[in-house]
Nanobody, 125 residues
Framework: QVQLAESGGGLVQAGGSLRLSCAAS????????MGWFRQAPGKEREFVAA????????YYSDSMKGRFTISRDNAKNTVYLRMNNLKPEDTAVYYC??????????????????WGQGTQVTVSS
């Protein structure tokens, strides 16, 4: 079992930045592929970014590539999402999630075994 807890959300003006954190506890954090998803009001949850278990590979949704950066610190059992040049359409609840490496698709939320409760990000225009 892995427990995930997001933090760092809040209200920011368009063009601003935030860094989200996701602290993991339970089983060995470094065993897991970590991902970030988001869900805006009235929309389905969508993939944001993912990072391999040793951070050798990172993946991004095309709409966030270049603005968002995912990273992880296995010594601190934490994964981060740095978000720059935020836009009002980035307003959503952001979730971190984890799965053990397998023949799964990192962009598919059904691949993920564990989820955090989410943190709200609101971008004002």
């Amino acid at each position: 079992q892995v427990q995930l807890a997001e933090s760092g959300g809040g209200l920011v003006q368009a063009g601003g930045s935030l860094r989200l954190s996701c602290a993991a506890s339970g089983r060995t954090f470094s065993d897991y592929v970590m991902g970030w998803f988001r869900q805006a009001p009235g929309k389905e949850r969508e993939f944001v970014a993912a990072i391999s278990w040793r951070a050798y590979s990172t993946y991004y949704s095309d709409s966030m590539k270049g603005r968002f950066t995912i990273s992880r610190d296995n010594a601190k059992n934490t994964v981060y999402l740095r978000m720059n040049n935020l836009k009002p359409e980035d307003t959503a609840v952001y979730y971190c999630a984890a799965y053990t490496p397998a023949l799964k698709n990192y962009y598919d939320q059904s691949s993920y075994d564990y989820w955090g409760q989410g943190t709200q990000v609101t971008v004002s225009s």
